[in-house]
């Protein structure tokens, strides 16, 4: 059997710590960034998740702590901003927002779709928060993304790209709803939507070839 590489193993680690740590944030009706943003305490939550989390995976939480020592080291990055500002997370190349009442798994549907806002890095944070806000005021569609500091090997550019998702690419009416409200935030460059069926299919946009199904 292959030796398991231990960063790329605490990656993962991570990963579905702070999945688990949104979903449970979330089931109390709380949301990471509101808690970082207003400055309100919550290691002792933060604490106790993390401790399930080791009971559930113990190698899991046993790789995280090789790498930052302890839960206060954790609880501090939260504080600074990974996971919730794209320019600051470095754990993960995503952080991902579901509205509220949406299923985490809905965005995997295939017949779901997605907005594609690419973003310069200096204006990532910003235009990221318009759409957080949004997609929990339940504005938008089922949930959106942004890609993050964390270098990604597929990245094309040093661009970042926030998608907003939408429950079904059939149902245009639904589609343009939440095209029209993105203008009302200010993204009035013409932009591309993609559907999940090219996605699954691999198909990505190069010169000769348009993987967009609608363009706004």
Known sequence: MAEVDPEALTDVAYGIFEHLLNRELQAREKYLYALVECGTDFKAELTAIFERFKEEYPQLADAMLARFSSVDTIYRMLREGEGVIPSKTTQMYWIVLD??????????????????????PDQVDSSWKKIRDATVARELGISAKVSTAKPNPDSRDNR?????????????????????????????DRIGYKRNLETFAGEYAKKGKRVTYYAA
């Open 99 to 120: 509205a509220p009442g949406s299923a985490p798994e809905a965005i995997e549907d295939e017949n779901a779709g997605k907005w594609l806002l690419f973003q310069e």
């Open 160 to 188: 970042k790209v926030i998608y907003v998702y939408t429950k079904d690419w059939a149902d245009e009416t639904d589609v343009m709803r939440v095209r029209t409200r993105l203008r009302e935030l200010g993204f009035v």
